[in-house]
């Protein structure tokens, strides 16, 4: 009998991602279009269906074979809808799965992009195994899932684990989700920039501003910074991490997790970040619950949308 096999679908604002998943990870037949967000959900959406029967078709795939999609959210899994992204202009209350059963006459299965991120760590990736598990996808913004006895943990209507908005600080930098003080407004690639961009008026931005030449000093400028030894960018990622270790103390009182992955664009500042990170996460959780703890960074890398969507789908069908 042939290994079970999906698509696997990762809905972004710039790209949309297909590939073939089988059960023990392979992955085959990936294929990346431009999402085109600006032509409206009707069009992304028959673009997505379009690459999905593609796939299938290169790939071979049987006519009952599952659709897994990671898409950004927020979203309702429970009936398939994406209540409003911003990066998806005119997505508000579009009943994805709906319209991409009617398209591609499959079983079509839909969940937030961090907690598919979750899903696919556990099944995949650097938590293979794992039942009890905090991920943290660090890119523009933060997301994650949470996953604890094996289970995912989304809430109510699975909105919940919007790990990036947990308020670390009551009177810190506003976030891009009108509240304040979020671990997002100082760990994301965005509040990272923003505060780089403020050093970067006076004479210790010199090196960060030279390094970005006539472009934007986004993290990876910083992190470069820091590699040469800035102090400027160095004092940045040591706020930024210091915010990440007190979320991950936070978490894991919480949650009591065997292990927190660190994926994300953000995660390649690596131990600039995750070294505060790690220096002070004690401070802010119980000592019997770090004292097994791993930490360490996502192996999914930038197909880790694929692979979430790929064990939503199996994780959805029972597989």
Known sequence: MSEQRVVAVDLGGTHIRAAVV???????????????????PASVIERMADLIARTAIASGLPADASVGVAS???????????????????????????????RTAREVF???????GALGEVRFGSA???????????????????????????????LGAEVGHVVIALDGPRCSCGSVGCLEAFVSGWAIQ??????????????????????PIHAGVVGQAAGQGDPAAMLILDRAGRALGAAMGAFTNLFNPRMI??????????????????????????VDMRDDLAITYSSLGMETGVFGAAALAFSSVGA
């Not at 089988?22 to 409206?40: D, N």
């Not at 839909?110 to 598919?116: E, T, V």
């Open 194 to 215: 923003r505060e780089a961009e403020a050093v970067a008026t006076t004479f210790e931005g010199t090196t960060m501003r030279a390094l970005a030449g006539n472009g």
């Open 72 to 102: 950004p959210g927020p979203l309702n899994p429970r009936t398939g809808t994406v209540l409003y992204t911003p990066n998806l202009p005119g997505w508000l209350g579009i009943p994805l799965v709906e319209q991409l059963r009617g």
């Open 110 to 116: 839909l969940a937030n992009d961090g907690n598919c």
């Open 128 to 158: 293979k195994g794992v039942d009890d598990l905090i991920y943290l996808a660090l890119g523009t913004g933060v997301g994650g899932g949470v996953i604890s006895g094996g289970t995912l943990i989304d809430g109510t209507r699975g």
């Open 22 to 40: 089988s059960a023990s990870g392979a992955l085959t037949h990936l294929q990346v279009i431009e999402t085109q967000a600006s032509r409206g």
């Open 261 to 286: 992955v660190i994926g994300g664009g953000v995660a390649a500042l690596a131990e600039h970040l995750l070294g505060p990170a790690r220096r002070v996460m004690p401070m802010y959780c119980f």
